[in-house]
């Protein structure tokens, strides 16, 4: 019969397994979005063995990027249920952002997310076209494509010009040339220091 020691043991191994775990986490893609925001975010993730799916905010997969790529999406948002999910992702884009704007799915599941505590991620122009009118960036420091950065400002949050911004539960980054970066941090908040800088090690990423 084996020891109460051995029990405790495989119990505790059992636990960290589970908790290390990441949870799904989902990608809003409208048409317009900024392809690099989107495919990047998306290959960093999966990398790291973080489940994400990419969702289309729209009634096809097939959704053309801002610079007309066209990106096949994984689920179509009537489809998804997000009740147990990790992060929700904003890229930005334009049209992108708008159109993400001007969807009352993603802004129901946005709002749905940040008020049970829910871990929000966003770059560009979601920020401050998409999160900021939702109240989600209300009393929180972030940032936005930095033209952008008065709309944070007016609903309540405060414009901060750098890379990548954390709060809690929320990480905001500037634009395409900060996806790396941005994508980096969710796998750190996600998965936790080592898992984040073997993964940047791996794709040749530079941290501070």
Request: net charge negative.
């Amino acid at each position: 019969m084996p020891s109460i020691r051995r029990i405790v043991t495989l119990a505790l191994l059992i636990i960290c397994v589970m908790t290390t775990e990441a949870k799904q986490s989902y990608i809003f893609l409208a048409p317009g979005v900024e392809e690099i925001e989107a495919m990047a975010t998306i290959d960093a993730l999966r990398r790291a063995e973080i489940p994400v799916t990419a969702v289309a905010v729209d009634t096809v997969l097939q959704i053309k990027g801002a610079t007309g790529q066209t990106i096949v999406a994984d689920s179509l948002i009537s489809d998804i249920d997000i009740s147990d999910a990790d992060w929700l992702i904003v890229p930005g884009g334009v049209p992108g952002a708008p159109n993400l704007h001007s969807s009352k799915a993603v802004s129901e599941m946005l709002l749905e997310h940040f008020r049970k505590g829910g871990r929000i991620a966003s770059i560009c122009a979601g920020p401050a076209v998409v999160l900021a009118p939702l109240g989600i960036l209300k009393g929180k420091k972030a940032t936005c494509y930095p033209d952008l950065g008065e709309q944070i400002n007016s609903n309540g949050g405060e414009y901060v010009a750098e890379k990548v911004v954390t709060a809690p539960n929320l990480i905001t980054s500037e634009g395409p040339g900060t996806t790396l970066p941005f994508a980096i941090e969710i796998i750190r908040q996600t998965k936790g220091d080592k898992t984040a800088e073997d993964t940047a090690h791996s794709m040749i990423i530079s941290l501070p």
